[in-house]
C-alpha cells in the first residue's frame, strides 16, 4: 500500500503514520482540561508556534489522553507525541521511562524538548524539531528507531 503524504517541510515529502485505537482513560478528561487551563509557560510558548496548522498543516491535540498518562502534545496523523520537560519531570526517572515504555509500546515517537530551550533557543527548537520530523516521517525516516530526539539536556 502506498504511503499518503501528509505535507511537505523543506521540500521532504511527510508521510501520515496514523496510529489506531489507542487507549484512552475518561477519568483523566477532566484533568486534560485543566491542564490546557492552567497554562505552562512553555507549553503555551509552544502552543503559539504549532496551533491551528500552523506548523506545516500539522493538527497537535494539547494534553492528549493515551492510555493512563496526559501527554503534552500529540500529532495523530504522525503518531508523534512531543513532551516539553522541565522541572515537573526533576526526580521522576523511574516514572517517566515506565511511562515512555508504555507508551513506545503502541508504536508512538516521542520527541522531548527543554522547556529552558523553548523559553531562550525557540527559534533553533523549532528548526531542531522540522529536521526531526523530516529524518523520521520522510524517505528518510523509514530506517530510523522509534525514540525521539536527543534534547533533552540543558535543563
Known amino acids: 500500500m502506498e504511503k499518503e503524504v ?3 517541510i523543506n521540500g521532504n515529502p511527510i508521510y501520515r503514520n496514523f496510529i489506531q485505537n489507542l487507549p484512552y482513560n ?8 485543566n491542564l490546557r487551563k492552567a497554562g505552562n509557560y512553555p507549553e503555551v510558548v509552544f ?28 500529532i495523530k ?3 508523534l507525541i512531543i513532551e516539553i520537560d522541565g522541572s515537573s519531570h526533576n526526580d521522576k526517572d523511574v516514572y517517566d521511562d515506565l511511562r515512555e515504555q508504555y507508551l513506545m509500546s503502541f508504536k ?6 527543554s522547556s529552558l530551550r523553548i523559553l531562550h533557543d525557540l527559534n533553533n527548537v523549532m ?9 523520521a516521517y520522510s524517505n528518510k525516516g523509514l530506517t ?12
Not at 26 to 33: C, T
Not at 127 to 135: K, L, T
Not at 145 to 154: D, L, N, T, V
Open 6 to 8: 501528509l505535507t511537505y
Open 26 to 33: 475518561p477519568d483523566l478528561k477532566h484533568r486534560s482540561k
Open 47 to 74: 502552543w503559539q508556534q504549532v496551533r491551528s496548522g500552523s506548523f506545516y498543516q500539522l493538527d497537535f491535540d494539547r494534553q492528549r489522553i493515551i492510555g493512563n498518562y496526559i501527554v503534552d502534545f500529540y
Open 77 to 79: 496523523a504522525l503518531g
Open 108 to 113: 508512538l515517537k516521542i520527541y522531548r524538548i
Open 127 to 135: 528548526i531542531e524539531f522540522e529536521n526531526y520530523i523530516v529524518d
Open 144 to 155: 530510523t528507531p522509534p525514540f525521539g530526539h536527543p534534547s533533552k539536556g540543558g535543563e
